[in-house]
């Protein structure tokens, strides 16, 4: 939705997928070429992944607590990436940027980061800052400051 301020035309707005391809609200069908950028990998509304959510969803959807799923797929996370001492998960690319910058800080012990002017790395305050003509760190986020 970001992406069409600066390239124009009108978004679409998706109501349903199946497999690789999605429908919009005025039932134009279309190849999605995108998958959310990843996690649907086994396309939309695959149904193994349908009737997994069914079943976990039967028992409960968050406990904020440890819960055999959670061990189990950490378990299995660190059998696939064994070369990992440590594996975490996130909700999100913004915690999955601020996990590894905060990583990064510590392993490294330096103070700054670089990041690229006119990319989206995530929205965070520290990810939402550029310098000045004098090197000064500017807020350029949503609130209006620039």
């Not at 070429?33 to 009737?51: C, D, F, K, N, Q």
């Not at 189990?72 to 915690?95: I, L, N, Y």
Request: charged share 20%.
């Amino acid at each position: 939705m970001r992406a069409f301020g600066s390239v124009g035309g009108d978004p679409l707005y998706i109501v349903r997928g199946q497999g690789s391809h999605i429908w919009d609200a005025d039932g134009n069908e279309y190849v999605d070429y995108v998958g959310s950028w990843g996690p649907l990998i086994l396309g939309h509304a695959a149904p193994t992944v349908i009737e997994a959510v069914i079943a976990a969803a039967r028992d409960g959807t968050s406990f904020r607590s440890f819960h055999p799923s959670r061990s189990g797929s950490r378990r299995a996370g660190h059998f696939r990436f064994s070369a990992h001492a440590k594996v975490r998960f996130v909700s999100s690319g913004t915690e999955a940027t601020m996990s590894a910058i905060r990583l990064a800080r510590a392993y490294t012990k330096r103070k700054y980061i670089v990041k690229f002017e006119g990319c989206y790395h995530g929205h965070a305050d520290a990810l939402l800052v550029k310098p000045d003509r004098r090197g000064h760190a500017r807020y350029s986020g949503i609130s209006g400051r620039s």
